[in-house]
């Protein structure tokens, strides 16, 4: 084929899909505008989580050229100790803004953050497009829903205002799964049952919440569209492809969704989320705020801003107008156009999701403390605007057809692009931030927002010599204001935590170091140590040094554990509790098989090679436990020893993390230690895998023949 051939085919088929194109240019256009607010290139806008967004895609292309694949641990995060962030948080949209960092912004992490920004808004509006246009047969319709949607204020809030990267990823991703579903549903189609897995996969490996609710929510829409066509137009046969769809795309992204289920529970941030009831959330939610046609803080403060700055969730008046004309209609119109008669139970069914959403978020009653507490996960009522959104533009588009009919042309679609723009344009916040690119690019660190979130704290079960001893209670709950208490380990005070009891055999000595802010001690102070009550050793604070060691009784003061408190008597110049910095807070005195190699002197002595961390130890006779710079996670770590796999890996505390403990014999050991997640849910997906590729690949192959009942794609 001659170079003119090539060309004139080319032209051809940019000629068929001419209109398609112009869609996606005229929602690129949209979308570049509406990240105007991120419009620098050096700047990175500071709000909430964004600067932490942008440090997981660098640390995604380090991952990547490490060659994990799919991403699992965070290379640089929590001292590098393989902090197993897009195990647990989200994979896919780390994953190609990883690839956008190395292969096409090769020096900008922040650029390829606001790539992957812009292909969701694309992609989010131009299949709200898709099933718009089915339900209305109206191309200009279709348009205007699609841009409504990507100019949805809740979905601005989350790019600009909450820095929510990965929500707003889901966002772009969850019409693509309501438009397969549906399809499932009405053709059975083996190639829209195959897509409809693979986008409930993406969503579930981008965003747990929006994958559960978005369940949820497809299934009262389901459930509203089954009542409406019981008797007309309904077998229980047609449920099987979407369903279908939906296991294989949990089945697929088992790896991923195995550990957010079951080992989950016993990371910091589900604690967090079995004692914060979203009820408690509304007050971002009040009802004049939701409906309000600009964007406003829920509450006055002196500067008139928000306490997170620009979060202003609402509806936004084109969809809560577009509700509004559909219910008119349908309950005042003597009939609905031809052209809606067929689609008219998802008109019905998304009026329901829309105001089952809404009343949510508003949450004017406390409905959450009888439902399932796994529901909290949730934890703000403002999520639901997400279904909002994507119930609401869908119905724009059969409220531009109401109203208009079939007058609809050219006319109505650039004027109705201009006002819902211009409607929205409220919700792009002035920038801020004085971070620069090249500032987050030599220390790509999440810090608060997710390094903490993800750790496994379970109790210690074992007082080990040489380990640091955990400073926070084990119920502990990561937040914005208990960073500083986690990071700088200040010694708490006057709050007794539990520790294991020691072996009768063992003859523990407390030893602590720290820092005083002793210009804020009033006059004389002390330092006491007490245990179970019962005061055994006390310092006199009369340096900025603390150093000093306390012996502990010979046996323990019961069989299981014992609570240690610290007391400072003296008064201090603010009347807050005393600022105690705790450099080491470790015993000694313990057995060699409770005694570690710690992790200070061990992490020389590692060095990562692609995803495994190579390790040479000597053991010594004195301390038996080779504490390893790795956070331990049950399970999910594969170790080898000398060459041999080992199941013996066990968790020994360093202040509030937990890392990887290992007992071995005296002598130089080699060792390799590998995250791999849960085996089993990896063999799970991985067959699903197979048989997915199989299912894709089966109908091209020559002697293949479909079943009768399927007609051939």
Request: proline share 9%; net charge positive; hydrophobic share 45%.
């Given at each position: 084929m001659t170079i003119k051939d090539l060309v004139k085919s080319l032209n051809e088929q940019l000629y068929k899909h001419r209109l398609i194109l112009g869609i996606i240019l005229l929602y690129s256009l949209i979308a570049l505008s509406l990240m105007a607010p991120m419009a620098s290139s050096n700047i990175i806008v500071s709000i909430n989580d964004t600067p932490s967004h942008v440090g997981y895609i660098a640390q995604a292309r380090t991952a990547i050229i490490e060659g994990q694949f799919p991403l699992r641990v965070a290379p640089a995060e929590d001292n590098g100790w393989r902090y197993p962030g897009f195990q647990f948080y989200s994979q896919l949209p780390y994953f190609?803004?990883?690839?956008?960092?190395?292969?096409?912004?090769?020096?900008?992490?922040?650029?390829?953050?606001?790539l992957v920004i812009i292909l969701a808004l694309i992609i989010g509006g131009l299949y709200i497009y898709r099933l718009s246009f089915q339900f209305t047969q109206s191309r200009v319709a279709g348009i205007l829903a699609g841009v409504a949607y990507m100019s949805a204020p809740y979905f601005l809030n989350n790019i600009h205002a909450r820095g929510a990267f990965t929500e707003a990823i889901a966002q772009g991703i969850l019409p693509i799964v309501i438009y397969y579903v549906i399809q499932c549903y009405l053709t059975g189609k083996r190639r829209y049952l195959i897509l409809s897995a693979i986008s409930w996969f993406c969503l579930g490996i981008t965003h747990i919440i929006t994958f559960v609710y978005g369940t949820l929510f497809l299934a009262l829409?389901?459930?509203?569209?089954?009542?409406?066509t019981r008797k007309t137009d309904f077998t229980w046969s047609r449920l099987i492809p979407p369903l279908q769809g939906y296991g294989l795309g949990w089945l697929l992204g088992f790896y991923f969704l195995a550990p957010v289920v079951f080992i989950s529970p016993y990371l910091s941030i589900r604690k967090q989320i079995k004692v914060i009831n979203?009820?408690?959330?509304?007050?971002?939610?009040?009802?004049?705020?939701?409906?309000?046609?600009?964007?406003?803080?829920?509450?006055?403060?002196?500067?008139?801003?928000?306490a997170t700055y620009g979060l202003h969730p609402a509806v936004g008046w084109i969809l809560l107008g577009a509700w509004g004309v559909v219910m008119y209609y349908y309950y005042c119109s003597p009939s609905l156009p031809p052209k809606l008669q067929q689609s008219r139970p998802y008109m019905i069914g998304l009026l329901w999701v829309f105001m089952v959403a809404l009343f949510l978020t508003w949450s004017p009653i406390d409905i959450w403390s009888i439902l399932p507490r796994q529901l909290w996960v949730t934890q703000f009522t403002f999520r639901f605007l997400t279904h909002v959104m994507w119930a609401g533009a869908l119905l724009t588009a059969?409220?531009?057809?109401?109203?208009?009919?079939?007058?609809?042309?050219?006319?109505?679609?650039?004027?109705?692009?201009?006002?819902?723009?211009?409607?929205?344009?409220?919700?792009?916040?002035a920038p801020r931030g004085t971070l620069t690119v090249d500032k987050l690019i030599e220390e790509p660190l999440f810090r608060y927002s997710g390094a903490l979130d993800y750790l496994y704290r379970t109790p210690i079960r074992t007082l080990y010599g040489n380990a640091q001893l955990p400073l926070l209670h084990p119920d502990w709950i990561p937040g914005y204001s208990t960073w500083n208490t986690f990071v700088n380990r200040p010694l708490l005070l006057e709050a007794e935590l539990p520790y294991p009891a020691w072996e009768e055999d063992e003859k523990?000595?407390?030893?602590?170091?720290?820092?005083?802010?002793?210009?804020?001690?009033?006059?004389?102070?002390?330092?006491?140590?007490?245990?179970?009550?019962?005061?055994?050793?006390?310092?006199?604070?009369?340096?900025?040094?603390?150093?000093?060691?306390?012996?502990?009784?010979?046996?323990p003061p019961s069989p299981n554990d014992f609570g240690l408190k610290f007391v400072v008597n003296g008064a201090t110049r603010d009347g807050q509790p005393l600022n105690i910095r705790v450099n080491r807070l470790s015993f000694e005195g313990m057995s060699p098989k409770h005694t570690v190699i710690p992790v200070s002197q061990t992490q020389d002595q590692c060095q990562q090679q692609g995803i495994s961390t190579l390790c040479e130890i000597t053991v010594t006779e004195e301390a038996q436990v080779v504490q390893l710079p790795i956070l331990y996670y049950p399970d999910m770590l594969k170790v080898w020893i000398d060459g041999q796999r080992s199941q013996r890996p066990f968790a020994v505390n360093h202040h509030d993390y937990n890392l990887t403990g290992l007992t071995l014999e005296p002598?130089?050991?080699?060792?390799?230690?590998?995250?791999?997640?849960?085996?089993?849910?990896?063999?799970?997906?991985?067959?699903?895998?197979?048989?997915?590729?199989?299912?894709?690949?089966?109908?091209?192959?020559?002697?293949?023949?479909?079943?009768?009942?399927?007609?051939p794609d």
């Open positions: 190609i803004g990883g690839w956008f960092y190395k292969l096409v912004t090769p020096t900008n992490p922040y650029e390829a953050y606001k829409l389901a459930l509203v569209v089954v009542i409406q979203p009820f408690g959330t509304n007050t971002y939610t009040p009802l004049a705020n939701l409906l309000a046609p600009t964007s406003l803080p829920a509450e006055p403060s002196q500067t008139g801003l928000a059969y409220a531009t057809v109401l109203i208009f009919r079939r007058r609809l042309d050219r006319r109505h679609l650039i004027i109705g692009i201009l006002v819902i723009v211009l409607a929205s344009r409220p919700w792009l916040p523990p000595v407390l030893f602590i170091e720290g820092e005083v802010a002793l210009e804020n001690i009033a006059n004389t102070a002390t330092l006491e140590v007490h245990i179970d009550g019962q005061v055994i050793g006390s310092f006199p604070l009369i340096s900025r040094q603390l150093k000093g060691e306390v012996p502990f009784p010979q046996r002598g130089t050991h080699n060792i390799r230690v590998t995250f791999h997640g849960l085996a089993w849910a990896n063999w799970i997906s991985g067959l699903a895998w197979l048989g997915f590729i199989a299912m894709i690949i089966m109908p091209k192959l020559p002697n293949f023949k479909p079943s009768r009942r399927e007609t």
